[in-house]
């Protein structure tokens, strides 16, 4: 009982994942996956695209610096060379400074000049902060520029900073004659600002200049530089992952932003142009793309919401009819239809239930109505009423009739109430009725006090005339422990029994729906007159019951009977079973209505 | 690496909008000029120009407030306590005004110095002053002897020099004793005329003609700036070739001059003000010094003397030429 309530309640509520959600997941699934998975091919090859347009334009800009810059020092060294054309000759040291205060007029970087000879004496130094000297002055010729210029023509020095902030270098070219000497020029690397500052790659991109070991020598912020070698360890490590891409690299900028950057090397001074470009501008189209595409994901995911939850909702709406529906008819309301008009399969569902639920309520009706002929029929007839019809047609077979009467029951009516007899028959009914259903025998009857059983038919069974003897014998063990009760009560009721088997005709008769089940022969009225013959207690069975049950049931023989109806006498038996007790306590004392004859 | 950069970029990307650019905004910035100068001032112009140029608006987004003490720094110290109101967003300092500013600790505060600022103790070094103060250095000690090379350069005649010198002048005496120098190599005879402030000023012109020199070499200072006009009348009346610092004093009637643009100078400090302003520290802007040197010649002033010149030596180096 219990079990039943917990099962009926776990099927009523509503299921964790409803079809609903289940429907709506997917479809919504269905529709932004692709979208987004779309967006996102887009947006990843959007960025090769550009990042390899990045490294182009960067590569040029960087390109274009480091000749700005070689520019630069390609014209200091062109200039130099003018210096150290002419072998020196005595007096010419006027007409040599002249070349280098003019010099320091045509090139603003340079700061100084020096001219040396060919044994590397100093004969004219010029410059624009200190004093000019001209004759021969110091002995530079194991100077590391002097050196250098000797050996390859020209030499770039080394980059270093002035009081430690700003960024100086020699240049020195020596002559082609080696009686021309050498020219120094000291030139600062401030001035190289010109150069980088003019370059801009798109809004906010700029190039820097860093030398071999990382020091910055440009920078379009010309106080980045005039930090000296102080702020070279940033430096440096753009330099060096600038350096170690390919192409562009995305790195942290010096400003702590990432940034686009690629790398170029001056070829003659060994310095590296880095071109940058911040990564939030280089990327600014491929970011428009993607909010671009992200709104449309976004308006794709709303749609695909909307279309989702619509086609679910078309979906799991008449579902949800239908379980309602079935629910109904759980219920038995069979009058229950479902409208649904979606044209489609579920539609035709729906029309499938309806014919479903017409068909349950005819159906439904069909058993009412065996239940109602279950009240007058005997079980067995009212089940074949309804299944099998071929059964119940009309047919002759061999039958055992059995008849039970009351004994004493004409009296006991006239001397009782109406609710003791009724309350008297409603026992006897019932326990014949028990006993007919036990021995699955066939209840055709009550008549009064009077009932009519049969025995294989219309069901057939495999010994009808032992059964039939068994029935009998438990019916008159069970209506005599009534009569017992009945004794007690002060009622004297006996009852007797009669078995008689032969052909009979069977079938069903009645009109118009009260529908009986029947059987007419000789042997109805034999089994009759053998009821009417027995005594109390006593059962009576013709010679066929006695020829086929005599090995099974004792029987003792009542000798040649005349009966009536029958022209000649007929032996009659008396069921006598070891246990079954002929005389019952106290049945002496009923008062017999039929005593045809002793024995 | 490269799908971690493309996945930082996305993420940079969507953050986009939330990254407002930071601007000077509208906000007031006030700005306290403090010199030892004369109005009209050209360096303020200078200045003025060049915060113009990087987009302030005067009265808008920024104001000056000027306070001059014409060649007299000590009568600055007052304004000093100013600053303790608490609104000045930056300090600009002159020429020796910036001595009397060292006391000035909380306010960031921008000097163009013609000395050493690391002597003067404002800053630890030139690349990384480490303080509150920054700025621009003239460089004016290397160029004392370059400037009487050039005098002789242009006057070879020259045998005694009259040195025309503020002694209220920051760094004066090693200006003078590099000046000296240079003059012991030249075989030139220094006469020292010394005066002390803007009242000494006509006693010391009046000493410098007495001291029969052939040329006069007057040291960058605020106040001989102020009287430039007056010492190059002084010069030519005496027919005395004329040194100078600045192309002002040329533009005065002085006959040469050599040093860096004062005024391209201030125009650069007006970038560091605005850095300041914008939320950089100066003590990591460092201290500029100037590259490009002005040679400036006079070639009225060098016919108004009427001696032998050789300006030909000049010329042909010279940045400005007036005539």
């Known amino acids: 009982m219990t079990d039943g309530a917990a099962q009926s309640s776990s099927c009523t509520m509503p299921p964790r994942r409803s079809l609903f959600c289940k429907y709506f997941a997917t479809l919504f699934v269905a529709a932004v996956v692709p979208l987004i998975l779309g967006a996102a091919v887009e947006a990843s090859f959007g960025y090769r695209d550009q990042r390899r347009q990045i490294s182009a334009v960067l590569q040029a800009d960087a390109r274009a610096a480091s000749d700005r810059i070689e520019a630069f020092t390609d014209g200091i060294r062109d200039q130099l060379g003018w210096m150290v054309q002419l072998p020196w000759s005595a007096g010419d040291d006027a007409q040599h400074k002249i070349d280098a205060l003019r010099l320091l007029q045509q090139v603003p970087a340079i700061v100084s000049v020096s001219l040396l000879d060919e044994t590397g004496t100093e004969r004219v130094f010029v410059s624009r902060l200190h004093l000019n000297r001209t004759g021969r002055g110091i002995d530079m010729s194991t100077d590391p520029a002097v050196l250098g210029a000797r050996a390859n023509k020209v030499w770039y020095g080394p980059v270093q900073y002035q009081r430690d902030s700003e960024p100086y270098m020699r240049i020195a070219v020596a002559g082609s004659l080696p009686a021309a000497g050498v020219a120094i020029a000291e030139v600062n690397l401030k001035l190289i600002w010109d150069v980088i500052a003019a370059i801009r790659i798109g809004e906010t ?116 009819q239908l379980e309602e529906g079935v629910e109904r008819i759980r219920t038995g309301q069979f009058e229950h239809r479902i409208k649904i008009f979606s044209g489609d399969e579920l539609q035709q569902l729906a029309l499938r239930f309806n014919e479903m639920a017409s068909e349950l309520a005819i159906s439904q009706q069909k058993s009412a109505r065996i239940e109602r002929l279950k009240q007058f029929l005997p079980s067995q007839v009212a089940e074949l009423v309804e299944h099998s019809h071929e059964l119940l047609e009309g047919q002759r077979r061999e039958v055992a009739v059995i008849f039970g009467d009351l004994r004493g029951f004409t009296a006991f009516s006239t001397r009782n109430e109406p609710d003791v007899i009724m309350a008297v028959m409603r026992e006897y009914y019932e326990a014949v009725g028990a006993v007919t259903t036990r021995h699955e025998a066939t209840l055709i009857g009550f008549d009064g006090d009077g009932v009519m059983l049969l025995v294989n038919a219309p069901v057939a069974c495999e010994q009808p005339a032992t059964q039939a003897v068994r029935l009998a014998i438990d019916l008159q063990m069970t209506v005599q422990s009534l009569a017992g009760k009945w004794c007690d009560a002060g009622h004297a009721i006996g009852f007797g029994v009669g078995v008689a088997m032969g052909p009979a005709t069977v079938g069903t008769v009645g009109y118009n729906g009260r529908l009986d089940y029947t059987a007419m022969g000789a042997v109805v009225n034999l089994a009759s007159r053998l009821c009417n013959l027995a005594k109390d207690a006593q059962i009576l069975a013709d010679p066929t019951i006695a020829g086929r049950v005599r090995d099974s049931v004792p029987l003792a023989s009542l000798g040649q009977r005349t009966i009536k109806g029958y022209d000649q006498a007929l032996e009659v038996f008396a069921v006598a079973p070891a246990d079954l007790p002929l005389k019952a306590p106290g049945s002496g004392q009923r008062r017999r209505e039929k005593e045809p004859q002793d024995y | ?69 014409p060649g007299d720094p000590q009568a600055l110290r007052k304004i000093v306590s100013e600053l303790q109101r608490g609104d000045i967003d930056l300090v600009v300092s002159s020429g020796p005004a910036t001595r009397v500013m060292t006391a000035v600790t909380d306010v960031p505060v921008l000097f163009a110095l013609s000395g050493d600022p690391v002597a003067l103790g404002v800053v630890k070094s030139l690349a990384h002053p480490g303080t509150n103060f920054t700025g621009s250095t003239f460089l004016s000690l290397e160029l004392a002897g370059k400037r009487v090379e050039l005098l002789k350069d242009i006057y070879p005649k020259l045998r005694k020099l009259a040195v025309f010198s503020n002694t209220d002048h920051p760094g004066e005496p090693l200006e003078w004793r590099a000046t000296l120098e240079s003059c012991r190599k030249f075989g030139i005879e220094a006469a020292y005329v010394p005066f002390c402030g803007a009242r000494e000023i006509e006693n010391g012109l009046m000493a410098a003609g007495k001291v029969d020199a052939d040329a006069l070499l007057v040291f960058p200072d605020v106040v001989t700036l102020v009287h430039r006009a007056k010492i190059a009348e002084f010069a030519i009346a005496h027919r005395l070739p004329s040194m100078f610092g600045w192309s002002e004093y040329c533009d005065a009637g002085g006959l040469l001059s050599y040093g860096a643009n004062q005024r391209t100078t201030y125009y650069r400090l007006a970038t560091y003000a605005d850095r300041i302003l914008r939320g950089e520290n100066p003590s990591d802007l460092p201290v500029m010094r100037p590259e490009k040197f002005e040679l400036a010649v006079n070639l009225k002033t060098a016919r108004l003397l009427g001696i032998d010149l050789d300006v030909s030596s000049i010329l042909f180096r010279a940045s400005k030429v007036i005539s």
């Open chain 1, 205 to 320: 991109g700029y190039a820097i200049v860093v030398d071999d070991s990382g020091h910055l020598i440009a920078h379009p912020d010309i106080s980045q530089v005039l930090r000296g070698r102080a702020s070279s360890g940033s430096f440096g490590r753009i330099k060096h992952l600038a350096g170690a891409a390919s192409g562009a690299a995305v790195i942290t900028g010096d400003q702590g932003n990432p940034v686009v950057a690629l790398s170029v090397q001056a070829a003659d001074v060994g310095w590296t142009v880095i071109a940058m470009q911040p990564a939030s501008e280089a990327f600014a189209s491929i970011r428009a793309a993607l909010w671009r595409s992200s709104i449309l994901i976004a308006f794709g995911v709303l749609i695909a919401l909307a279309l989702a939850y619509w086609r679910a909702h078309r979906m799991s709406g008449p579902i949800k």
């Open chain 2, 1 to 69: 690496m490269k799908r971690r950069e493309f996945i930082l970029l996305i993420g940079g990307a969507l953050a986009w909008p939330a990254i407002a650019r930071a601007q000077g905004g509208a906000k007031l910035h006030r700005i306290f000029w403090v010199s030892t100068e004369s109005q009209p001032d050209p360096f303020l112009d200078g200045f003025r120009e060049g915060m113009r140029a990087l987009g302030y608006v005067e009265g808008k987004t920024v104001t000056f407030e000027t306070h001059y003490a």
